[in-house]
Structures are given as C-alpha cells and as structure tokens.
C-alpha cells in the first residue's frame, strides 16, 4: 500500500469522523430547542374516581379532589385538642401556606376578636365529618378558576369537658 493511499483512507475516516461530531451536535441542538419549548411544570392530578380512570389531561382537576382539599384543610384548621386559645393560633400558622393573604388575615382576626371576648379559653373542639355524607358533585361548584366547596360537618364544642355547642352544619369554603 502506497503513502498516498494510506493518507487518502486517513483523510476520509477523519471526513467520516467529522460528519458524525457535526451530526451529533446538531441532534443536541435540536433536543436543546426541544428541551426549552417543553413545559417546566406539569401538574398531574390522579383523583380516586374510578370513572375517569388514570387517563387525565394535564392541569385537569376533577371536583372530589378539590373537595377532598377543602374538607382535609378545614378538619385541621377546626380541631382544637386542648386550649382553643392555642390551638386556633397555632393551626392558622401551621396551614397559613394554603390561604390566601385575605382568609388569612381574617383567620387572624377572627381569633383576636373570640380571644378579646374570651370564646377560646379551654375550648375543645371536633370537627367531623358526617359520616352518611357521601361525595357528590352538587357539593362542588366551579365558579371561574376557583371551587365553592359544600361541606357537612358536626361540630362538638366543650369547656372544662362540658358541651357547650353540638350542630350539624353544612359549611362553604372557596378553593382558590
């Protein structure tokens, strides 16, 4: 084999070389563009609703979710084991990243005003759930971007172990 030969098959894998780097950095440039047209945050919401299933289009909130938020939220914020002074004031602070500014600072309000009063002074009270209560979408009206969520509750209250309130109530709760 010449001299000439062995450069002409240096000169062409090295073309071959190159065209494979070029190849590859455009495939990256192309995944890059891709990469950056895609969302940076998809939210995926699989409820228990055996009628829809896992196939959920994306951003898509069904209403026993939204539900079940507002009934979960309001039981924690509500339940007063000990000293309603405490506790309501606490619960508030613990749960203040799911309200909004406004609810928040009536939330505030609201316990200045029964403490001022001395409403919460050794005031125990459960929140629960109506146990016949059984989901239904009629509990749940979408109103724009947000939900007027529908929620049947009784609420026990109690002084030094003494009932001082017993209702069954249906209370609403905007999810915004």
Do not use: C
């Amino acid at each position: 084999m010449s001299f000439k030969n062995i450069l002409d098959t240096e000169q062409q894998a090295s073309r071959f070389k190159t065209r494979i780097i070029f190849g590859q950095f455009l495939l990256m440039f192309i995944m890059a563009l891709g990469w950056s047209s895609a969302p940076t945050q998809i939210s995926l919401h699989y409820p228990p609703d055996l009628r829809s299933g896992g196939s959920m289009k994306v951003g898509e909130i069904h209403e026993s979710e939204v539900y079940l938020f507002a009934s979960y939220i309001l039981q924690q914020l509500n339940n007063w084991k000990e000293n309603g002074e405490i506790d309501y004031l606490n619960k508030v602070n613990i749960l203040r990243s799911y309200f909004t500014p406004t609810y928040q600072a009536y939330l505030l309000r609201d316990y200045e005003t029964r403490k001022q009063q001395g409403e919460l002074r050794r005031r125990v009270r459960n929140w629960i759930p109506i146990a016949d209560a059984v989901f239904e979408e009629s509990f749940v009206e979408h109103v724009g971007k947000n939900w007027i969520v529908w929620i049947d509750v009784q609420i026990e209250e109690y002084i030094n172990g003494g009932i001082v309130k017993s209702l069954i109530n249906r209370i609403p709760m905007q999810v915004v």
